[in-house]
């Protein structure tokens, strides 16, 4: 018997009764009244007792910190002919237990690089967004090879859900049930990274960003840090590189002159574009402070609102023309460049590493 609990309107007890006894939908937050009449009508058929067991369908995860009642589960009775009553086991646990351990490099030692770098990134997940897979993948390969923002001082990989970064199973990252445990590497979980999409199919993802920003602040982490880079899951890029463009901007070193910038990164539009922003520890600890001041969140790419935030509050930026190669902005892209700090976009593995690879060996000639 399986009762299938997907997104509905409420409905009364009675009505969720009623549906005990073929497959059928019932809401959300009365799954467990129909579950508990599921096991009272199995046992007065049969007179054994039952085990009412709530699984997610597949393909779908419950955050970890979500109470049962906030989740689309589906339960399923079976006959146990024992007398232990009613069991809720979500298939994440087993997703998670499943899931094979991921080899990764020590990343330690990128600790004490300067100067410092806290790198972030939002990663659409498998359940979350048709781009789910591609953008796992990318982190994952990433991750095995110790490159992009697993070479930064610090890094923070942001997803709708807890996942475990040094697992890998049948949905990509598994779900972590419950709290992390000391062998996990958990991506930071700030809730719903679906958007909307604009007239040029650019996201509208202000909104998920403002979200990171906050999660960014009650963190505390990005004082430790002399910069704040975000970057996409599908930007190539060498923190290395950045690094060395970066020690002429630091305060007291170089030509001294900045301590509250960011970098513009687009010539052509004088923009910031989203790829990857780069942002001194001073412009990123006045942005997380005053983003919920900030307007024109709403039907806005982040980027932009990004850039128009930092005006509002002050923060100047500086053009640096060696920090990207977009498609978006040159109309091109050029792997061969020796100097460049980033690449965009690369959507696949197989154009990812070419890429990458392709950079480092213009570098070394």
Known sequence: MVLL??????????????????????????????????????????????????????????????????????????NTGGINGAVAVLDYELEYNNSGSISIPNLTAKGSMWPSLFCWCIMLTVDSHPLGWMEEKLIKQQLVNGIGIFQCNEHAVM???????????????????????????????????KVNTGAETNPLNSLVFKTAWDVLRSSGRLQFHDWVVKVDPDAVWFPTRLRTHLKAYMPG????????????????????QGPIEVLSKKAALTLESNIQQCGGLYGTGEDHFIAQCLMQIGVGNLMEKTLLNDKYCDGYINCHDPWKVAFHPQKDIMGFMQCHETARAAEIR
């Open 5 to 78: 609990a997907p997104d509905a309107s409420e409905m009364s007890d009675a009505e969720a009764l009623k549906m005990v006894g073929s497959e059928h939908t019932a809401p959300r937050s009365n799954w467990r009244v129909a579950c508990s009449a599921a096991v009272a009508i199995v046992l007065a058929a049969t007179g054994s007792a039952t085990t009412c067991s709530l699984v997610l369908r597949g393909g779908i995860r419950a955050s970890p910190s979500s109470s049962i009642s906030e989740i689309a589960p589906v339960a399923m009775v079976s």
């Open 159 to 193: 997803t709708d859900v807890r996942l475990a970064l040094n697992k890998w199973g049948a949905h990509g990252f598994p779900r972590i049930p419950g709290k992390p445990k000391p062998w996990d590497m958990p991506t930071w979980s700030i809730g719903l990274t």
């Open 253 to 272: 070193h170089g030509n001294g002159q900045v301590d509250n910038v960011y970098l513009a990164n687009c010539e052509r539009f004088h923009s910031m």
